[in-house]
């Protein structure tokens, strides 16, 4: 059998880094699409030591034409598209008043029409074969909006009225071609480092933090089993998503009150760093980030929440169990003080 021919935006780090990693374990072709070429070649390189096979391309997720161009390759020099995964954005950490209209119009270009045009691009080879997958990486963002992130917060939300909408008329014309999205935790990511920020001190992701390997995982499951709409990684994912649906009034007081400090360090903002919203932080001169970002130390290796939403029957049965015990408990409770009470 041919290798697996997979797709992955914003591989030159983090997330996208680690999925491309995972892919070239199990020999796929993996195409990797990002700004940053030195992250590219070094990703590359993962890849290929994994087993897999590499293809780098240069791409602006918020040019089209480059998106389509690179689909076209991938088809010509690899195969036909099996999977894409949409995962590249970028960011502002910021109060909303000082972030200027060219920078949230680049967030939205890069962070949702970028996974727009992608989805277009792989639709455009999947459909006529009616097969292939596409999967969203997304966010406990997509559903509750937190302060600092106003521009990275709208464009997940977008990504996920987009992908409810894509996924209806997919089913409404019976196809074979699937979409599914991935809901993700405060991931340790190399964005913390150069993430274009206006913060005092150094912004990090709002802990518990899982590694980039935990979603990587969560993505590839949901690549094998994309019947499903959604899939959540991480117990705040599943509490914060709940809260909000519950109380969203009392969180958005929560969030007012602690939402500054928890995403910032003690340490103060290094003012040299680098930022990526325009160029690559990995391009000419730049060094390779990898997948992983500075918070290794406090940054959990799996989530529990992950293994509930891939099995829902089993996480289903055990709460079941459960409840059943905990109601065998009370009743025989019961029973004995009705005994003892005659």
């Keep these: 059998m041919s290798p697996q021919v997979v797709v992955v935006t914003g591989a030159s780090a983090g997330i996208g880094r680690a999925v491309a990693q995972a892919y070239g374990r199990r020999g796929a072709a993996v195409a990797l699409l990002a700004r940053g070429e030195r992250g590219l ?9 994994a087993g897999g096979t ?25 195969g036909e598209i099996d999977v894409w995964v949409n995962d590249a954005f970028t960011s502002v950490f910021s109060p909303f ?7 949230y119009r680049r967030v939205t270009e890069v962070s949702y029409l970028g996974y727009v045009y992608g989805t277009m691009a792989a639709l455009q080879k999947m459909k006529p074969r009616d097969r292939g997958t ?10 509750r909006g937190i302060p600092l992130q106003t521009a990275y917060c709208g464009a997940k939300h977008a990504i996920q009225g987009f992908h ?9 014309e019976h196809s074979n071609v699937h979409v599914t999205m991935v809901q993700m935790p405060a991931v340790n990511t190399p964005q913390f480092s150069w993430v274009l920020s206006r913060l005092p001190r150094h912004p990090r992701p709002v ?6 390997e935990v979603a990587a995982k969560a993505v590839l499951h949901a690549a094998e089993h994309p019947e499903r709409r959604e899939y959540w990684v991480g117990g705040t994912t599943a509490l914060t998503l709940a809260a909000n649906a519950l109380a969203p009034g009392l969180l958005d007081r929560y969030l007012a009150r602690t939402g500054f400090d928890a995403q910032q ?7 040299d760093a680098p930022e990526n919203l325009w160029e690559p932080a990995d391009g000419a001169g730049g060094k390779d980030f990898g997948a992983h970002g500075v918070f290794d130390g406090m940054s959990h290796p799996r989530s529990y929440q992950l293994w509930a939403s891939q099995h829902h029957g089993a996480a ?14 009370r009743q025989l409770l019961l029973l004995r003080r009705s005994r003892i009470q005659r």
């Design 134 to 143: 596409v999967v969203q990486v997304g966010s406990a963002l997509a559903y």
């Design 265 to 271: 360090t003690k340490q103060s903002r290094d003012r």
């Design 207 to 212: 802990p518990p933090i899982y590694q980039p």
């Design 54 to 78: 590499a293809l780098v391309m240069p791409t602006d997720m918020a040019v089209a034409a480059q998106v389509f161009a690179a689909a076209d390759r991938v088809e010509a020099e690899l």
């Design 97 to 103: 008043e000082q972030i200027s209209p060219d920078e």
């Design 316 to 329: 289903g049965a055990v709460v079941a169990a459960a409840v059943a015990a905990v109601a065998g408990s």
């Design 164 to 172: 409810e909408a894509l996924r209806c008329e997919l089913l409404h």
């Design 41 to 49: 070649q070094a990703a590359a390189d993962d890849v290929r030591r």
